[in-house]
Structures are given as structure tokens and as C-alpha cells.
């Protein structure tokens, strides 16, 4: 078990490393030049003239840009490895309090939205399987396909004109406690729900194939005792894969929930450091989306043995596995 959780960290730490090269080199290619951006935001805006090219190269001595880019990759990387992720060329802010200040209120949409999109996923996959209405299990199958191909942008839309507009329901702007969360978790909830029916039903049904849930009928027990009791189970595991893969996507996915709701969070601010070419939030948004995405596979690996006996088997040391043949 040390083993495989040590060689799973590895791959993560890999997957982050990889974010943060390609984010460095699509970064460093860009034509702009940060010390420039500084500049018209900063000392235009204080001496009412362009930064003349003595204060540019100062700027970019300062922040290392006259180094070569190996050294500049480098540094980058260590510093951020050590926690410095350096500040903002907007606002001078230290990146790491800026996402620190953005992160709640995405956090809450996207924590709700996936709890959501999890419960409707597993209840839409579960009667769809169990069901033998013909023409209701061919509706509900058929449900998942039309919420994944919805785009996001047009569900929330939806969202804000009736329960917004129409019945005055809910608000449809704003960071206003809870019930400003509901909506915009909704619209993101949509199409991960119909992803986890598609992958829960197709599980639920291959394991309902299986042998052992014959053997549990001929014992006497129901159809639907024998789903949640065995079938569920075992059906979990690969809607546990995907959740891990989605939650990571809910981040990125609330880039556009946000600017449709008008809320200040982790999308609305990636949003403006990207229009603003603001490298070192870029920066952090990135290498910060790859450690979710990594940490929340890592968290259902490890879940993995918990609920596959098998796994666990696969796990255990060869030399303990003969001793118990032996």
C-alpha cells in the first residue's frame, strides 16, 4: 500500500510539474512584455508619460525577465514550489492572497453543484436500471444524452429567466449568501449529472450481468434489495473515477457561470488576469487547477481499495500473498 501510494504521488507531482512547463511556455512565448504592462498600469498612470526604456530595463531587472529563460524557468519553478508564487502586475497583491480571495465563493458553487449533480446522477442511473417500463426507461436513458449536449452558458440563462425573472425565486446576480449559490451550482450541475446517470446506469447494468447477483436471487432476495445491497457497490467505482476528474473541471467550469451570474470568484478572476495578461495569476490559476485536478484523483484512488476487495489483493506484498497460498 506504501508503495502504490508513494508511486501515485509521484504521477501526481508529474502532472503538476507538466501544468506548470506548459503554462511557463505558452507564457513565454506570448509577444507582450510584463515589464511593458507594469509600466502603462503603473508608472503611465502616476507620471501621466510612457515609462521611458531606463525604468523598462530596471523593471525587468527587478523581476528577473533579463535573465535566460532556463533561469527564468527555474526560478519560477522553485519559488513556487516554496510557496512564493509571486505578486500581481494589476494589483500588487501576493497571487497566493488573491486566489486565497477567490477561491470560497467557487468553492461553494462547485462543492454544491457536484453534491447535485451526484445525488440526480445516481437516482436517474439507478431507476432507469430498474425500471421495466419500456416506455419510462427508454425516457429516463435517454434524459443524460440531452443534458450533457446543453451548453452551460444556455441552462443558466434559463435558470435566471424563470426562477429569477419569472417566479422571483431566487437572485440572479451576486455573492449573497447561500441562496445566491443555488442556481449557479444548478447550471453546473446539469451536465455532470447527466454524465454520472450515463456512467452509473452502464455500471449498474454490466454488474446486474454478473453471476453473484443471480446466486443472491436464488436466496431469496428482492430485485431491489439485491441492487442496493450488491450491485451499487460495486457499480460505484467508475462514477467515483469520473467524479474525481470532474470535480477538478468545476473550477474551470465556473469561469462562465460566474461571468453569467455576475459573481466575484476563482472564474472572474482568471477571466480578468488573462484579459489583463497578468502572467504571475495566470500562473497560479494554473498550477492551483492542476493541484485540485491531482489531489481529487489521488483521494479516489486511495478509496479505490477500500471498495474492491480485489484491489486490496492486488495491493498486499507478493511475499505475503504466497505465504497465505502456500
Do not use: C
Request: net charge positive; aromatic share 8%.
Amino acid at each position: 500500500m506504501i508503495r502504490y501510494l508513494v508511486s501515485r504521488v509521484g504521477q501526481a507531482a508529474v502532472v503538476v510539474w507538466a501544468a506548470f512547463t506548459l503554462a511557463f511556455v505558452i507564457l513565454y512565448l506570448m509577444p507582450s512584455d510584463p515589464a511593458e504592462i507594469i509600466a502603462s498600469g503603473g508608472l503611465q498612470g502616476e507620471t501621466g508619460s510612457e515609462a521611458s526604456r531606463q525604468q523598462l530595463e530596471e523593471l525587468r531587472a527587478e523581476m528577473g525577465l533579463d535573465q535566460p529563460v532556463l533561469v527564468q524557468y527555474v526560478t519560477r519553478m522553485l519559488a513556487m514550489a516554496t510557496g512564493n508564487w509571486g505578486v500581481s502586475y494589476q494589483t500588487g497583491q501576493p497571487v497566493t492572497a488573491m486566489l486565497a480571495e477567490a477561491l470560497p465563493p467557487t468553492i461553494a458553487i462547485a462543492v454544491l453543484g457536484l453534491a447535485i449533480a451526484v445525488v440526480v446522477g445516481m437516482v436517474l442511473g439507478f431507476v432507469a436500471t430498474y425500471t421495466r417500463f419500456g416506455p419510462l426507461r427508454q425516457l429516463l436513458f435517454s434524459l443524460p444524452s440531452v443534458g450533457a449536449s446543453i451548453p452551460t452558458f444556455w441552462s443558466a440563462l434559463l435558470l435566471i429567466q424563470v426562477f429569477s425573472f419569472s417566479l422571483r425565486i431566487f437572485p440572479a446576480f451576486g455573492n449573497d449568501g447561500f441562496v445566491s449559490t443555488i442556481l449557479p451550482a444548478v447550471a453546473l450541475a446539469i451536465p455532470v449529472s447527466a454524465m454520472i446517470a450515463q456512467v452509473f446506469g452502464k455500471s449498474l447494468r454490466t454488474v446486474m450481468a454478473e453471476a453473484y447477483l443471480d446466486t443472491a436471487r436464488a436466496k431469496g432476495a428482492t430485485r431491489l434489495r439485491a441492487m442496493l445491497r450488491h450491485a451499487v457497490r460495486n457499480a460505484l467505482l467508475p462514477v467515483l473515477t469520473i467524479v474525481g476528474m470532474i470535480f477538478g473541471a468545476l473550477l474551470s467550469g465556473a469561469v462562465v457561470i460566474e461571468t453569467v451570474f455576475g459573481r466575484q470568484g476563482f472564474g472572474r478572476t482568471t477571466v480578468d488576469a488573462v484579459n489583463a495578461q497578468d502572467i504571475p495569476v495566470v500562473m497560479g490559476v494554473v498550477v492551483f487547477s492542476a493541484i485540485v485536478f491531482v489531489v481529487a484523483t489521488l483521494i479516489v484512488d486511495l478509496l479505490y481499495p477500500l471498495l474492491d476487495p480485489r484491489i486490496r489483493q492486488n495491493l498486499r506484498p507478493v511475499r505475503t500473498q504466497l505465504a497465505k497460498a502456500a
